[in-house]
C-alpha cells in the first residue's frame, strides 16, 4: 500500500504568551485560501500548562485540532521543549502511521508570510525522489572572528529545530539521537541516510529585514530568532503594503547594505548572543551564496 499524504503543524506552548501568539497566528491563516493539502493541528501543551480551550477553538476552524498534553516530566531549558518534541514525535508516529508527510515543530515566533505557504512546503518536502527525513533551515559551521587570534567555533552545523520532519522520525532516529539540544542531535544521524534537506523557504529574519523576507518570493515562513517575539510576529502577520511591493527592487541593495554593517558590528561585539547572531547571518549568506544548487528551485514563485 502506498503512503497517504498528510501534514501536521505541532504548535507547543508553555505559557499564555505564547498561546496569544498562535491566536494571532490563526487570524492570519483564516484570511488565507484553504491549503491544497490535507493538515491538521496538533497543539502541544507543556506537562505544566494546562489546554488551552481557546486555542483548539480557533484552530478548529482552520482544520482537525489535536489537544495533546506532553506527558515527560523534563523542565527547564533545553530540556524542557527537548522532551516536549520527542513526546510529539512519539504521538504523531503511532497516531499516523502509513503517512509521508512532515510534521512541522512550528514555535511562537515563527509566522507564515505566503497564503499557499503550506503548499509550497508540501511541494518540495516531495520534490526528490522520496521524503527526506528532515527539511528546514541550514546553520552551517559559524566561527567567531577575532583580531590577531584563531577564529573560534560557536555553533555547530545543524537544521534549525523549527523545521518539517517524518512522521516516523522517533522511530528512525537512534536512542542517542536524543541526548542534548534536540535540533542539534538529530541532525548528524539525518545527514548520514542524505534525508536532511536544506530549505530556504523557512528562513530566519529579524526585525530590521522582517519587511524586506515577507517580499522575497523564496521564502514562505520567517522565524525571529533572538528577537521581540511579540513585535516581530506582529511585523511579520501585516500585509505587504504598496509602497512596500513597489520598493521590493532596491532590497537586494538594502540587503547589501546590511551586510556591510554586519560585517563591521562582529569587529566590535566579541561575546553573547549578539555575537552569534551576527556571525550566524555572515556564515549563512556566505554558505546559501556558494551553493545555490543545494536549494529547491520551482519554476515560479510570488512574492
Request: aromatic share 12%; hydrophobic share 40%.
Amino acid at each position: 500500500m502506498s503512503a497517504k499524504k498528510k501534514h501536521i503543524i505541532i504548535l507547543p506552548y508553555f505559557c499564555q504568551e505564547e498561546v496569544n501568539r498562535y491566536l494571532r497566528i490563526a487570524r492570519r491563516l483564516k484570511s488565507f485560501p484553504v491549503p491544497g493539502v490535507d493538515c491538521d493541528f496538533l497543539l502541544a501543551s507543556s506537562p505544566r500548562t494546562p489546554t488551552n480551550d481557546a486555542l483548539v477553538a480557533a484552530y478548529s476552524e482552520l482544520g482537525t485540532a489535536i489537544p495533546f498534553a506532553c506527558p515527560t516530566q523534563i523542565f527547564g531549558y533545553p530540556e524542557g521543549p527537548g522532551a516536549m518534541f520527542w513526546d510529539c514525535m512519539e504521538f504523531i508516529g503511532q497516531r499516523y502511521q502509513g503517512f509521508d508527510g512532515f510534521s512541522l515543530w512550528m514555535e511562537s515566533d515563527m509566522a507564515p508570510i505566503k497564503p499557499d505557504w503550506m503548499d509550497r512546503l508540501s511541494e518540495e518536502w516531495y520534490s526528490g525522489p522520496k521524503p527526506p527525513v528532515m527539511m528546514g533551515c541550514f546553520v552551517p559551521e559559524v566561527y567567531k572572528y577575532r583580531v590577531f587570534k584563531k577564529p573560534k567555533l560557536i555553533l555547530h552545523p545543524h537544521i534549525n529545530g523549527g523545521a518539517c520532519y517524518a512522521m516516523d522520525f522517533a522511530r528512525q532516529m537512534p536512542e542517542e539521537a536524543r541526548r542534548g539540544v534536540f535540533d542539534m542531535a538529530v541532525y548528524q544521524y539525518a545527514c548520514k541516510s542524505n534525508r536532511a534537506r536544506f530549505t530556504q523557504q523557512i528562513s530566519f529574519s529579524t526585525l530590521d529585514r522582517v519587511r524586506r523576507d515577507m517580499a522575497d518570493p523564496n521564502k514562505v515562513l520567517l522565524h525571529g530568532f533572538m528577537q521581540e517575539k511579540d513585535a516581530f510576529i506582529e511585523q511579520c502577520l501585516k500585509p505587504l503594503t504598496e509602497r512596500e511591493r513597489s520598493r521590493k527592487g532596491w532590497n537586494p541593495v538594502f540587503d547589501q547594505i546590511e551586510t556591510a554593517r554586519r560585517k563591521l558590528r562582529v569587529q566590535f561585539v566579541r561575546r553573547g548572543h549578539r555575537a552569534m547572531l551576527e556571525n550566524m547571518f555572515l556564515a549563512k549568506q556566505k554558505f546559501e551564496a556558494e551553493n545555490p544548487a543545494i536549494y529547491y528551485q520551482p519554476n515560479r514563485r510570488v512574492a
